[in-house]
């Protein structure tokens, strides 16, 4: 804070530091189940952990990110309304409709 003295009277003036707005989440694919990258997690990422929960991975399993190069543990289960969440790797996170 800085305080500002003008006639006599002290003022105190805020100064604001600019943020990175968070991330927006995506919906990658839609059909034939609807696949949501949460937050910072990358479609391609989430796509490849919908492709290996879907072809019955058993959890936790290993998906790879084209993002970084990487493979990440991901570990999945039924959450809200009967939708599935995978979450793992470095605070990803995807939803499967």
């Known amino acids: 804070m800085i ?3 003008i006639g006599g009277v ?4 805020t100064t604001f530091i600019p943020v990175a707005p968070a991330h927006a989440d995506a919906v990658c694919q839609s ?3 609807k696949v949501v990258a949460v937050g910072a997690t990358s479609c391609p990422f989430a ?3 919908a ?3 879907m072809s019955g991975a058993n959890s ?3 998906a ?4 970084t190069g990487n493979s990440y543990q991901m570990s999945c289960m039924i959450e809200r309304h ?7 790797g470095d605070g990803a996170e995807v939803d499967i409709y």
Do not use: D, H, I, W
Request: hydrophobic share 45%.
């Open 82 to 88: 009967g939708s599935t969440t995978c979450r793992g």
């Open 47 to 49: 796509l490849n952990v």
């Open 64 to 67: 790879y990110s084209p993002e």
């Open 31 to 33: 059909f034939p189940v």
């Open 3 to 5: 305080k500002l003295l």
């Open 60 to 62: 936790p399993f290993m």
């Open 51 to 53: 492709n290996r929960m």
């Open 10 to 13: 002290a003022l105190a003036a």
